[in-house]
């Protein structure tokens, strides 16, 4: 009996609550954490949760720390958080530092002395302000912070890659790369100067390509990141919508800096990465902006 008049008085309550209107200014529509009276004065959608389609929550780009005070390295000019009202994209980047060993000199009495045989593997900086720029020619404000220094190791495993994510991948709601020596044999077999699995990708910068185009191998893996994998992560969701942009999650068949190029020439596969293009398919459908 105690039992049905506590479910009974929860019926009422519930009742009463639905029918009591909520005043205009709390009411929130597309419940993205932003009143509507807020999101029209801000110029934001409120019937819808994520305006600017970049996969973040409108509320979100105003409140979490992360977005509001990126402390990125490397951003737009004159742009120091997210934009509710314009696609962002935010990277955390961590690498491996130098390579050592340890040597014995006759000279010195064969004493131990440790040598630096490779040095870290840092980010190019022209090259990530040049990526920046280019998202930024095209609608995107792209952020990426420089983070941690990861102890060097020589091949990167699957499971050490795993591994790894868990251990640095500070920002969750970042796509998160790595900047590594030399892929080990089981990754080596999807790629050897990079790979990209859901929201996290690392580069491969112990091998010259990449070192020569560390900023276009670096947006390469990105782009797997924002399209190949849309069917697993809510980043990338919005793409499903479209998907004869980004065909079938394998390669993009196209012309641009994501795909392989198998129909171009030698000059016109040096020109595409070399310019960063963003004027393909591909891209266009990361932006949102779909081709009749």
């Not at 920046?132 to 890659?161: M, Q, Y």
């Amino acid at each position: 009996m105690r039992n049905t008049q506590i479910m009974t008085v929860g019926w009422l309550l519930a009742l009463i609550l639905a029918l009591v209107p909520v005043p205009a200014s709390a009411a929130d529509a597309d419940r993205d954490g932003l009143t509507d009276e807020r999101e029209r004065a801000l110029g934001t959608d409120p019937n819808k949760a994520d305006t600017d389609g970049d996969g973040y929550l409108d509320g979100e780009e105003l409140s979490n720390p992360l977005f509001t005070s990126p402390n990125a390295t490397f951003r737009p000019s004159g742009v120091t958080k997210a934009d509710p009202r314009v696609p962002d994209i935010f990277i955390e980047v961590d690498r491996m530092g130098k390579r050592t060993k340890t040597v014995r000199y006759w000279f010195f009495g064969w004493r131990e002395s440790t040598i630096t045989v490779e040095g870290a593997h840092d980010l190019d900086a022209g090259d990530m302000r040049e990526m920046v720029a280019r998202f930024k020619e095209n609608g995107w404000n792209c952020f990426i912070v420089v983070d941690d220094v990861i102890p060097h190791e020589d091949k990167l495993t699957d499971s050490r890659w795993r591994a790894l994510k868990t251990r640095w991948h500070d920002r969750a709601p970042y796509y998160w790369g790595l900047v590594a020596h030399e892929a080990g044999d089981d990754l080596a077999r999807t790629g050897t100067l990079g790979i990209a699995r859901d929201d996290h990708f690392a580069i491969f910068d112990g091998k010259v390509a990449v070192k020569l185009f560390q900023g276009q191998d670096l947006m390469h893996e990105l782009g797997h990141c924002l399209i190949d994998s849309a069917h697993s992560n809510p980043k990338a969701a919005h793409l499903l919508d479209h998907p004869e942009e980004w065909n079938d999650g394998v390669h993009c068949p196209y012309n641009c800096v994501l795909n392989y190029a198998k129909n171009l020439g030698l000059t016109e596969l040096l020109s595409q990465w070399w310019e960063f293009d963003f004027d393909h398919r591909c891209w266009k459908a990361v932006r949102g902006r779909w081709l009749d």
